[in-house]
Protein backbone atom coordinates (compact mmCIF):
# COMPACT_ATOMS: atom_id res chain seq x y z
CA UNK A 1 0.00 0.00 0.00
CA UNK A 2 1.53 3.31 -1.27
CA UNK A 3 2.09 5.86 1.71
CA UNK A 4 2.98 9.14 1.69
CA UNK A 5 5.16 11.27 4.04
CA UNK A 6 5.90 15.19 4.56
CA UNK A 7 8.23 16.91 6.51
CA UNK A 8 8.54 18.36 8.24
CA UNK A 9 5.21 19.33 9.48
CA UNK A 10 5.57 22.71 9.86
CA UNK A 11 7.95 25.28 8.91
CA UNK A 12 8.41 29.06 9.98
CA UNK A 13 11.39 31.08 8.27
CA UNK A 14 12.68 34.50 7.79
CA UNK A 15 12.03 36.20 4.01
CA UNK A 16 14.82 35.58 1.88
CA UNK A 17 16.10 32.29 2.91
CA UNK A 18 16.49 28.71 0.73
CA UNK A 19 14.02 25.95 1.65
CA UNK A 20 13.83 22.43 0.64
CA UNK A 21 10.41 20.65 1.79
CA UNK A 22 10.78 17.25 1.51
CA UNK A 23 8.55 14.05 0.68
CA UNK A 24 8.94 10.49 0.68
CA UNK A 25 6.81 7.53 -0.17
CA UNK A 26 7.22 4.05 0.18
CA UNK A 27 6.54 2.22 -3.51
CA UNK A 28 8.65 3.45 -6.21
CA UNK A 29 6.22 2.33 -9.32
CA UNK A 30 4.53 5.47 -9.91
CA UNK A 31 3.39 7.55 -13.11
CA UNK A 32 4.42 10.46 -11.59
CA UNK A 33 4.15 13.13 -8.97
CA UNK A 34 3.11 16.41 -8.33
CA UNK A 35 3.11 19.24 -6.29
CA UNK A 36 0.23 21.46 -5.17
CA UNK A 37 0.26 24.67 -3.34
CA UNK A 38 -3.36 25.19 -0.73
CA UNK A 39 -3.79 28.44 1.13
CA UNK A 40 -6.22 28.76 3.49
CA UNK A 41 -9.69 27.91 2.87
CA UNK A 42 -8.60 27.72 -1.18
CA UNK A 43 -8.26 24.80 -3.41
CA UNK A 44 -5.08 23.52 -4.83
CA UNK A 45 -2.74 25.16 -7.34
CA UNK A 46 -0.92 22.64 -9.16
CA UNK A 47 3.01 24.01 -8.70
CA UNK A 48 4.80 21.02 -10.69
CA UNK A 49 4.19 17.99 -12.29
CA UNK A 50 7.34 15.42 -12.51
CA UNK A 51 7.01 12.46 -14.48
CA UNK A 52 8.48 9.17 -13.22
CA UNK A 53 11.17 9.11 -16.03
CA UNK A 54 12.15 12.97 -15.08
CA UNK A 55 14.76 13.61 -12.36
CA UNK A 56 13.36 17.09 -11.76
CA UNK A 57 11.08 20.25 -12.86
CA UNK A 58 11.80 23.98 -12.46
CA UNK A 59 9.29 26.59 -12.48
CA UNK A 60 10.21 30.35 -11.57
CA UNK A 61 11.73 30.16 -7.79
CA UNK A 62 10.94 26.55 -7.64
CA UNK A 63 12.94 23.53 -8.47
CA UNK A 64 11.59 19.94 -8.14
CA UNK A 65 13.66 16.73 -8.21
CA UNK A 66 12.59 13.17 -8.08
CA UNK A 67 14.41 10.40 -7.34
CA UNK A 68 12.30 7.19 -7.49
CA UNK A 69 14.17 4.37 -6.85
CA UNK A 70 14.59 5.66 -3.62
CA UNK A 71 11.05 7.07 -3.17
CA UNK A 72 11.89 10.69 -2.53
CA UNK A 73 10.77 14.47 -3.94
CA UNK A 74 11.97 17.45 -2.54
CA UNK A 75 10.49 20.92 -3.51
CA UNK A 76 13.07 23.69 -3.36
CA UNK A 77 11.81 27.20 -2.96
CA UNK A 78 14.55 29.76 -4.06
CA UNK A 79 14.41 33.44 -2.05
CA UNK A 80 11.63 33.08 0.17
CA UNK A 81 8.34 35.24 -0.07
CA UNK A 82 6.47 35.92 2.49
CA UNK A 83 3.59 35.32 -0.44
CA UNK A 84 4.52 31.78 -0.28
CA UNK A 85 3.10 31.02 3.15
CA UNK A 86 0.88 28.32 2.61
CA UNK A 87 0.65 24.44 3.16
CA UNK A 88 2.62 22.56 0.60
CA UNK A 89 1.28 19.00 -0.68
CA UNK A 90 3.05 16.20 -2.22
CA UNK A 91 0.96 13.65 -4.06
CA UNK A 92 1.72 10.33 -6.16
CA UNK A 93 0.15 8.79 -8.94
CA UNK A 94 0.47 5.54 -8.39
CA UNK A 95 -1.69 4.69 -11.89
CA UNK A 96 -3.25 6.22 -14.55
CA UNK A 97 -5.53 8.04 -12.49
CA UNK A 98 -5.70 8.88 -8.82
CA UNK A 99 -3.35 10.99 -6.52
CA UNK A 100 -2.16 10.07 -2.97
CA UNK A 101 -1.81 13.06 -1.22
CA UNK A 102 0.70 13.50 1.70
CA UNK A 103 -0.28 15.20 4.93
CA UNK A 104 1.47 18.60 4.04
CA UNK A 105 4.32 20.78 5.18
CA UNK A 106 2.60 24.15 6.47
CA UNK A 107 5.17 26.76 5.91
CA UNK A 108 5.52 30.27 6.86
CA UNK A 109 7.64 33.45 5.82
CA UNK A 110 7.69 36.22 8.07
CA UNK A 111 8.86 39.57 6.97
CA UNK B 1 -11.08 29.41 -19.53
CA UNK B 2 -12.78 28.85 -16.65
CA UNK B 3 -11.46 26.64 -14.07
CA UNK B 4 -13.20 23.73 -12.29
CA UNK B 5 -16.05 25.31 -10.00
CA UNK B 6 -17.58 23.45 -7.01
CA UNK B 7 -20.98 24.32 -5.60
CA UNK B 8 -22.05 24.81 -2.49
CA UNK B 9 -18.75 26.45 -1.07
CA UNK B 10 -19.91 25.95 2.05
CA UNK B 11 -22.58 23.15 3.32
CA UNK B 12 -23.97 22.82 7.31
CA UNK B 13 -26.55 20.30 8.08
CA UNK B 14 -27.69 17.96 10.56
CA UNK B 15 -27.19 14.27 11.22
CA UNK B 16 -29.49 12.07 8.97
CA UNK B 17 -30.19 14.75 6.29
CA UNK B 18 -29.14 14.80 2.65
CA UNK B 19 -26.36 16.85 1.03
CA UNK B 20 -25.72 17.11 -2.78
CA UNK B 21 -22.46 18.54 -3.66
CA UNK B 22 -21.39 19.63 -7.31
CA UNK B 23 -19.00 20.00 -9.39
CA UNK B 24 -18.14 21.56 -12.89
CA UNK B 25 -15.04 20.59 -14.81
CA UNK B 26 -12.96 22.29 -16.78
CA UNK B 27 -14.51 22.30 -20.40
CA UNK B 28 -13.51 19.15 -22.36
CA UNK B 29 -11.97 17.21 -19.71
CA UNK B 30 -12.96 13.78 -19.67
CA UNK B 31 -11.69 12.83 -16.62
CA UNK B 32 -13.40 14.13 -13.46
CA UNK B 33 -12.27 12.84 -9.70
CA UNK B 34 -13.95 13.57 -6.02
CA UNK B 35 -10.96 13.48 -3.04
CA UNK B 36 -12.12 14.62 0.29
CA UNK B 37 -10.33 15.77 3.42
CA UNK B 38 -11.62 14.94 6.85
CA UNK B 39 -10.12 16.68 9.86
CA UNK B 40 -6.47 16.32 10.72
CA UNK B 41 -6.28 13.77 7.74
CA UNK B 42 -4.51 13.51 4.10
CA UNK B 43 -6.61 14.26 0.99
CA UNK B 44 -8.10 10.89 -0.07
CA UNK B 45 -9.62 10.05 -3.20
CA UNK B 46 -13.10 9.03 -3.33
CA UNK B 47 -13.75 8.04 -7.60
CA UNK B 48 -13.35 9.12 -10.73
CA UNK B 49 -15.19 9.42 -13.91
CA UNK B 50 -14.19 8.97 -17.55
CA UNK B 51 -16.86 10.77 -19.11
CA UNK B 52 -20.02 9.51 -18.08
CA UNK B 53 -18.61 6.41 -16.77
CA UNK B 54 -17.45 5.30 -12.63
CA UNK B 55 -13.80 3.97 -13.64
CA UNK B 56 -12.36 3.62 -9.70
CA UNK B 57 -14.91 4.15 -7.00
CA UNK B 58 -12.80 2.05 -4.43
CA UNK B 59 -12.82 5.51 -2.31
CA UNK B 60 -16.39 5.60 -1.63
CA UNK B 61 -16.32 5.20 2.01
CA UNK B 62 -20.04 3.62 1.67
CA UNK B 63 -23.29 3.29 0.72
CA UNK B 64 -24.36 6.11 1.96
CA UNK B 65 -22.29 7.92 -0.82
CA UNK B 66 -23.92 8.28 -4.24
CA UNK B 67 -22.04 9.97 -7.44
CA UNK B 68 -23.27 10.70 -10.71
CA UNK B 69 -22.06 12.59 -13.94
CA UNK B 70 -25.45 12.50 -16.53
CA UNK B 71 -24.05 13.09 -20.19
CA UNK B 72 -20.35 13.50 -19.31
CA UNK B 73 -20.04 16.95 -18.04
CA UNK B 74 -20.80 18.22 -14.59
CA UNK B 75 -21.08 16.01 -11.81
CA UNK B 76 -22.97 15.33 -8.09
CA UNK B 77 -21.97 13.98 -5.13
CA UNK B 78 -24.52 12.91 -2.61
CA UNK B 79 -24.91 12.18 0.83
CA UNK B 80 -27.67 10.39 2.71
CA UNK B 81 -27.80 10.24 5.13
CA UNK B 82 -25.00 12.49 6.41
CA UNK B 83 -23.42 11.32 9.67
CA UNK B 84 -20.83 13.37 11.77
CA UNK B 85 -17.74 11.73 10.00
CA UNK B 86 -18.83 13.17 6.63
CA UNK B 87 -17.44 16.16 8.10
CA UNK B 88 -14.47 17.48 5.74
CA UNK B 89 -13.28 19.05 2.41
CA UNK B 90 -14.60 17.40 -0.60
CA UNK B 91 -12.55 18.79 -3.60
CA UNK B 92 -13.50 17.96 -7.48
CA UNK B 93 -10.37 17.77 -9.78
CA UNK B 94 -10.42 17.22 -13.63
CA UNK B 95 -8.41 16.40 -16.44
CA UNK B 96 -8.28 16.24 -20.05
CA UNK B 97 -6.55 13.08 -20.75
CA UNK B 98 -5.93 10.35 -18.34
CA UNK B 99 -1.89 9.13 -16.80
CA UNK B 100 0.35 11.91 -17.50
CA UNK B 101 -1.12 14.83 -17.51
CA UNK B 102 -1.88 17.45 -14.20
CA UNK B 103 -5.06 17.06 -12.25
CA UNK B 104 -6.46 20.70 -11.92
CA UNK B 105 -8.56 21.19 -8.65
CA UNK B 106 -12.06 23.05 -7.74
CA UNK B 107 -11.97 25.33 -4.44
CA UNK B 108 -13.72 22.84 -2.13
CA UNK B 109 -16.80 22.40 -1.11
CA UNK B 110 -16.34 22.59 3.53
CA UNK B 111 -19.59 20.34 4.52
CA UNK B 112 -20.03 20.78 8.49
CA UNK B 113 -22.33 17.89 10.02
CA UNK B 114 -23.73 18.71 13.23
Known amino acids: KQEVTQIPAALSVPEGENLVLNCSFTDSAIYNLQWFRQDPGKGLTSLLLIQSSQREQTSGRLNASLDKSSGRSTLYIAASQPGDSATYLC??????????FGTGTRLQVFP | EAGVTQFPSHSVIEKGQTVTLRCDPI?????LYWYRRVMGKEIKFLLH????????ESGMPNNRFLAERTGGTYSTLKVQPAELEDSGVYFC????????????FGPGTRLLVL
Open chain 2, 49 to 56: FVKESKQD
Open chain 2, 93 to 104: ASSKNRGQETQY
Open chain 2, 27 to 31: SGHDN
Open chain 1, 91 to 100: AVRPGADKLI
